[in-house]
């Protein structure tokens, strides 16, 4: 079970951290990775992390401006937001998923979603 935090208001330039603990002993067993969902528009990559912790993928709209990072001690990815615009709002969501790394961008590769939370950017 996945259940993401730490969304909210925040103005455009601002940061903002995001969470997804995890529940259960398998954690570090997962590739983890985040997607967002903007009013009428479908789910889309963020950006992702290999089980390890020793590989990151991005999304080139949010490269050099997120990191997402993992502490499989305390079964959390965290997903840091700089540099916000208003066209990052969304509804962010964390997965996991076993599946081979190159498939890490793809939705169906991952086998457990977050109900999501809303990250919304004024301008």
């Known amino acids: 079970q996945l259940q993401a935090s730490g969304g909210g208001l925040v103005q455009a330039g601002g940061s903002v951290r995001l969470s997804c603990a995890a529940s259960?002993?398998?954690?570090?067993?997962?590739?983890m990775g985040w997607f967002r969902q903007a009013p009428g528009k479908e789910r889309e990559f963020v950006a992702a992390?290999?089980?390890?912790?020793?590989?990151?993928y991005y999304a080139d709209s949010v490269k050099g401006r997120f990191t997402i990072s993992r502490d499989n001690a305390k079964n959390t990815v965290y997903l840091q937001m700089n540099s916000l615009k208003p066209e990052d709002t969304a509804v962010y969501y964390c997965?996991?998923?076993?599946?081979?790394?190159?498939?890490?961008?793809?939705?169906?590769?991952?086998?457990?979603w977050g109900p999501g939370t809303l990250v919304t950017v004024s301008s």
């Open positions: 997965a996991a998923s076993l599946g081979v790394l190159t498939t890490i961008r793809s939705p169906p590769a991952y086998n457990y």
């Open positions: 992390i290999r089980w390890s912790g020793g590989i990151t």
């Open positions: 259960g002993r398998t954690f570090s067993k997962y590739n």
